[in-house]
């Protein structure tokens, strides 16, 4: 069981970081390198702390992770000849599964994908139908995903633990 004082001390921290992320990504659709990093290693930083035994295999999924999202970006680039995913989009998946379990990963990008669509079909009713077809930033909603995730696996008592 982790004590609860440093369970506290993370979630503000990643409120902090998301807030952070989701704000430079809204204004500029990008995320900053310095925030997927601070992300990352706050996220590794607690799990150390709660179970140092597991970090190979923390960064062994947020390496996966990466790589998934990475082929996923880049076979809808060979596809469609555009980038749907942004490379902070991608960089941001593997930083936030070092804050969850894997088998979570599914409820964030759930959560991340249908706020977001949540998101464009408000803009479509709100602009009309062009809106469908802009830019969207994609790391407010990984944020949404990744901060309702945490808040299963810390406070609803889901003790997923690794695979």
């Given at each position: 069981m982790t004590h609860p004082s440093l369970v506290l001390a993370a979630t503000i921290a990643l409120a902090?970081?998301?807030g952070a992320i989701s704000i430079a990504d809204f204004r500029r659709q990008i995320i900053p390198d310095g925030l997927n990093l601070a992300l990352a290693g706050i996220g590794l930083s607690y799990q150390l702390a709660?179970?140092?035994d597991a970090m190979p295999q923390r960064l062994l999924f947020a390496a996966a992770t990466f790589a998934a999202a990475w082929l996923l970006r880049r076979g809808h680039f060979l596809m469609t000849g555009r980038i749907g995913l942004g490379l902070g989009d991608v960089k941001m998946l593997a930083a936030a599964?070092?804050?969850i379990?894997?088998?979570l990963l599914p409820v964030l990008l759930f959560i991340?994908?249908?706020s977001a669509l949540l998101f464009v079909g408000g803009q479509v009713v709100a602009t009309g139908p062009a809106a469908a077809r802009a830019r969207?930033?994609?790391g407010p909603f990984?944020?949404?995903g990744l901060g309702a995730s945490w808040a299963l696996?810390?406070?609803a008592g889901l003790d997923m633990g690794l695979l």
């Open positions: 902090v970081v998301l709660a179970d140092a599964s070092c804050w379990s894997p088998l991340a994908s249908a969207v930033a994609f990984i944020a949404i696996e810390q406070f």
